[in-house]
C-alpha cells in the first residue's frame, strides 16, 4: 500500500511538510463505527494514489474516532482532525480548510466508492481546465442497486451546470458525486447549523465555476438506510430544505436569471418534500408549519401543472391537494410505498 510507513506512520507535522497531493478527500466521520472500514477501504484503494485522506472526527460517541486514528497509524497519506461536534457543514469545513491539494472531493463515512473515481474526476478536470468535474452515482439498497445513466462526457459553463443541477433532468446537487477546485469552496463555505448543506451550497458554487467536466458513470455508491436525512420524519430543522432553495432561487435570478423556471421548481418542490413528511409522520401530529406550505402549494397549483419538471404523479398529488389534505396524504402513501419498493 502506497504510503505505508512500518513504524507506525508519519508524524502530523511530516504530513503536513509533504509535497501536496494532487487531491484532498475529507471524509466527515460521525458515530458510523459500523461501515467506516469499508468506507476508508475504498479511498484508500484508489488507483490516484497520489490523495490525501482527511478524516474529520466531528466527536464521534462510539468507536469512530479510534478507528480513524488506527488507520492513520496504517496509511501516512491519512490524516485526522478530532473535533467538537459541529455537524457535517462544519466538519466538511474543517477539512476544507486543512486540504492541501488544489481539487477536494468529499465521501460521506457511510458511503464509499469506486477505485477509480478519483482518477477520473482529477483527469476530466485537468485535461478540460475545469473547476468541477461531476460524476454519477449509483444507489445501494439492501437487496439491489440501481446505477445513474452515463452518457457521453461533456463541458460545460458552470452558469448552464446550475440549470441541470436545479432541474434535476440530468445532474444531481449532492455534494460528494463531485472534485472542487478548493478555491471554489473556500468562497463558498458550508452553512453550520443547517441540514440540506448540498442545496444551500449548489448554485453559489457553481455559477462561480467557468468550466465543469461531465462524465456520469456510476463511481460514488451512495448506501440507502435508515436514519439518512431522506428518511428521517419531520421536525423543525426539515424546513431547513425550503430556506436552501429560496437561497438557490435568489442567487439564479441575481446571476443566471435564465434559469429561473428551473429555481422556481425547485422552491415548489421543497414545499412538496416537507409536507409529505408532516403527512406521513407516524405520530399522527399536526404541525404548526402545515398551514403555511399547503396555501403556498395551493396558490402555486397553475405553476405545478404547466411545469416541464413536475412528474405526472406529482401532477396528480397536487389536483389532489387542491381538493382536500387527506386526499393528497392517500396519494402520498401510494408515493412513498412505491418509493421503497423500488
Not at 513504524?7 to 484532498?24: D, F
Not at 461531476?134 to 445501494?140: H, K, Q
Not at 465555476?209 to 428518511?231: F, N, R
Request: aromatic share 8%; proline share 4%.
Amino acid at each position: 500500500m502506497m504510503g505505508q510507513n512500518p513504524e507506525g506512520g508519519n508524524t502530523e507535522s511530516e504530513k503536513a511538510t509533504a509535497v501536496a497531493p494532487k487531491v484532498s478527500v475529507v471524509v466527515p466521520v460521525y458515530n458510523v463505527e459500523k461501515y467506516l472500514d469499508r468506507c476508508i477501504e475504498s479511498v484508500v484503494a484508489q488507483t490516484l494514489q497520489d490523495i490525501e485522506i482527511i478524516l474529520v472526527d466531528d466527536g464521534a460517541k462510539d468507536s469512530s474516532g479510534s478507528m480513524c486514528d488506527a488507520w492513520a497509524a496504517r496509511d501516512s497519506r491519512i490524516r485526522v482532525i478530532h473535533k467538537e461536534n459541529g455537524g457535517l457543514s462544519d466538519a466538511r469545513n474543517a477539512g476544507v480548510k486543512a486540504a492541501r491539494a488544489e481539487f477536494v472531493g468529499f465521501v460521506d463515512s457511510d458511503d464509499y466508492i469506486v477505485p477509480e473515481m478519483y482518477e477520473r474526476l482529477y483527469s476530466d478536470a485537468v485535461e478540460d481546465g475545469s473547476d468541477i468535474a461531476v460524476g454519477g452515482v449509483m444507489s445501494v439498497y439492501v437487496d439491489h442497486s440501481i446505477a445513474s445513466e452515463g452518457g457521453e462526457k461533456r463541458v460545460i459553463a458552470g452558469r448552464e451546470a446550475v440549470g441541470e443541477l436545479l432541474s434535476g433532468e440530468k445532474l444531481r446537487i449532492w455534494v460528494p458525486l463531485k472534485l472542487y477546485r478548493k478555491s471554489l469552496l473556500e468562497e463558498v463555505p458550508f452553512p453550520t447549523g443547517r441540514t440540506y448543506e448540498d442545496a444551500f451550497v449548489a448554485a453559489d458554487i457553481f455559477v462561480r465555476a467557468k468550466k465543469v467536466s461531465i462524465d456520469l458513470q456510476p463511481l460514488y455508491c451512495y448506501v440507502h438506510h435508515e436514519g439518512t436525512i431522506t428518511t428521517q420524519p419531520f421536525s423543525s430543522k426539515s424546513m431547513d430544505i425550503v430556506d436552501a432553495y429560496q437561497h438557490a432561487y435568489d442567487v439564479v435570478v441575481a446571476e443566471c436569471p435564465e434559469h429561473e423556471p428551473a429555481a422556481r421548481f425547485r422552491l415548489i418542490w421543497s414545499r412538496f418534500t416537507v409536507l409529505d413528511k408532516m403527512l406521513l409522520d407516524e405520530s399522527g401530529a399536526v404541525f404548526p408549519q402545515q398551514r403555511e406550505v399547503v396555501a403556498y402549494l395551493r396558490s402555486h397549483w397553475t405553476e405545478v401543472l404547466s411545469s416541464p419538471y413536475v412528474g405526472r404523479g406529482r401532477k396528480l398529488s397536487m389536483l389532489a391537494l387542491k381538493l382536500s389534505v387527506s386526499l393528497y396524504r392517500a396519494f402520498a402513501k401510494v408515493n412513498a410505498q412505491k418509493y421503497r419498493a423500488d
